[in-house]
């Protein structure tokens, strides 16, 4: 089986494990009422300062900032002369982005019933694209830190891990997101980082 081939069925499996729990929350968990409680008391719970915050962190992950941290990631692996590998920063975005795309299709759930602060996406919920996307390119900037001192590399994959429980807080808090749907991002993120990893590993 060819490496395409692999990546293609990992992407596939992403999917259908994405519109199976899409689809049992939607349906037979009711949409998790429990979710909607936590995106009031949190927004209840914030302050002015708060809120220009969360939206700073929740802009951090649109499109175009994604775009950038993909390129320079891209930039510091040619740099290392890594070759094929420098492609790995935009394959896993892009598999990380048709995940998000084809179950948010397949799902269709409302976003919070919430005013949401920031831009206002055209797709459904569940899962969180941004989330996915931005988890994608920290699994590829986790592993350039294998190279640094040992005290480097835990201060530099402590604070990735740090920026991804902000960014899903932010999404939380915003209204673009329920917990739910950042989960399913964090994990369509990983899996999208590994299989770009291994797709295009020399």
């Known amino acids: 089986m060819t490496r395409a081939t692999r990546t293609a069925l990992g992407v596939a499996a992403l999917v259908a494990a994405n519109v199976v729990a899409g689809r049992l929350i939607t349906g037979p968990l009711r949409d998790l009422p429990a ?3 936590l995106n009031h008391d949190l927004r209840s719970a914030g302050d002015p300062r708060t809120t ?3 939206a700073a962190v929740s802009r951090s992950s649109d499109t175009s900032f994604a775009i950038g941290i993909g390129v320079a990631l891209t930039g510091a692996l040619l740099a290392r002369g890594r070759g094929r590998r420098a492609a790995v920063p935009g394959l896993a975005m892009a598999l990380a982005s048709a995940t998000h795309v084809t179950s948010s299709l397949a799902v269709g759930r409302p976003r919070p ?4 602060l920031g831009t206002v996406q055209p797709t459904s919920s569940f899962p969180s694209g941004h989330v996915g996307a931005m988890t994608a390119l920290a699994v590829v900037a ?3 830190a294998a190279p640094l001192p040992p005290a480097a590399k835990v201060a530099v994959r402590a604070a990735l891990a740090g920026y ?3 960014l899903g807080w932010s999404r939380l ?3 673009q997101h329920y917990a739910s749907d950042v989960l399913a991002g964090y ?4 899996v999208a980082g590994l299989l770009a990893r291994r797709a295009l590993a020399e």
Do not use: K, P, S, W
């Open 35 to 37: 979710e909607h409680r």
């Open 52 to 54: 220009r915050l969360a």
């Open 113 to 116: 019933a919430l005013d949401r």
């Open 142 to 144: 986790g592993r350039l």
């Open 164 to 166: 991804l429980a902000a």
């Open 173 to 175: 808090y915003t209204g």
């Open 187 to 190: 994990a369509n993120g990983l």
